[in-house]
């Protein structure tokens, strides 16, 4: 059986990969701190920690039904099932299988807009900064266009 690695490697502390794997499993700062015989306060800070919130995440996100290749897998072995199913009856709703690729089709689409944006913004392809600038020229004969020109020339003064 393969293994789905994660698309990247943590850079994490064996310490503070230790607090995070106690948190996967208990989900409690206290109950951790009371496991490892630290300090509330040490776990937390362990916790808020850029790359053991990484951790955690790429964790989470790889486990269960979380991970996506399971969920896809999943998902297909039950359209495989209503596809089974309608053969065998003969008969039967075409709206449930329609809404199940429905389903699945919106599922991958959410996925890759989520990869998309992802990569965009490792990229930084999107701008920083963004500076806007209005060139009001031509006099064309308004009111305002005539109230500047009287300003210059000093007219209305």
Do not use: W
Request: aromatic share 6%; charged share 30%.
């Amino acid at each position: 059986m393969t293994q789905n690695l994660p698309a990247e490697t943590v850079k994490i502390a064996p310490e503070a990969l230790e607090v995070a794997n106690c948190y996967l499993q208990l989900n409690d700062p206290r109950q951790v701190a009371a496991e490892l015989d630290l300090d509330v306060e040490v776990v937390a800070d362990y916790l808020k920690r850029r790359e053991v919130k990484q951790y955690i995440d790429s964790v989470f996100f790889d486990s269960g039904y979380n991970n996506r290749f399971l969920m896809r897998r999943a998902m297909d072995a039950l359209i495989k099932q209503k596809f089974t199913e309608l053969e065998e009856a003969g008969t039967g709703s075409q709206k449930d299988i329609a809404e199940l690729l429905a389903l699945s089709h919106k599922m991958s689409m959410d996925l890759l807009d989520k990869e998309i944006q992802l990569e965009k913004i490792r990229s930084g392809t999107s701008p920083q900064k963004q500076v806007n600038v209005q060139i009001n020229e031509g006099l064309d004969g308004s009111k305002y266009s005539q109230l500047v020109q009287k300003l210059i020339s000093g007219e209305g003064v």
